[in-house]
């Protein structure tokens, strides 16, 4: 059984960064593109950042531009998403997602029906 546990969310003041972590179980996701997306209360979930299996291509919504990082340790079958500047907007579940179709693609997607697996997603709160 296929598993993606995300961790690091918690309560922060704007300004503030958290590091989320998500670590794969039951397969590895080494040689697939990996993603991260957010949903608010009253939101529709939405497209984050991603990165391409061996780290060389990463993309990122434009509103976190700048103040997140996507990164990986295939080592350790896990992705990062360092979040520096943070402001109260960004306050979300936030979801890791894997994105199994292309084995070892340069391209990435930056759509939740194109991502297979889900995590159970991590509360971030950033209060002003």
């Known amino acids: 059984q296929v598993q993606l546990v995300e961790s690091g969310g918690g309560l922060v003041q704007a300004g503030g960064s958290l590091r989320l972590s998500c670590t794969a179980s039951?397969?590895?996701?080494?040689?697939?593109?990996m993603g991260w997306f957010r949903q608010a209360p009253g939101k529709e979930r939405e497209f984050v950042a991603a990165i391409n299996w061996s780290g060389t291509n990463k993309i990122y919504i434009d509103s976190v531009k700048g103040r997140f990082t996507i990164s990986r340790d295939n080592n350790k079958n896990t992705v990062y998403l360092q979040m520096n500047s943070l402001k109260p907007e960004d306050t979300a579940v936030y979801y890791c997602?894997?994105?199994?179709?292309?084995?070892?693609?340069?391209?990435?997607?930056?759509?939740?029906?194109?991502?297979?697996?889900w995590g159970q997603g991590t509360q971030v709160t950033v209060s002003s």
């Open positions: 039951g397969r590895t996701f080494n040689n697939y593109a």
């Open positions: 997602a894997g994105d199994a179709r292309f084995r070892r693609s340069f391209l990435l997607r930056d759509r939740r029906d194109k991502y297979d697996y």
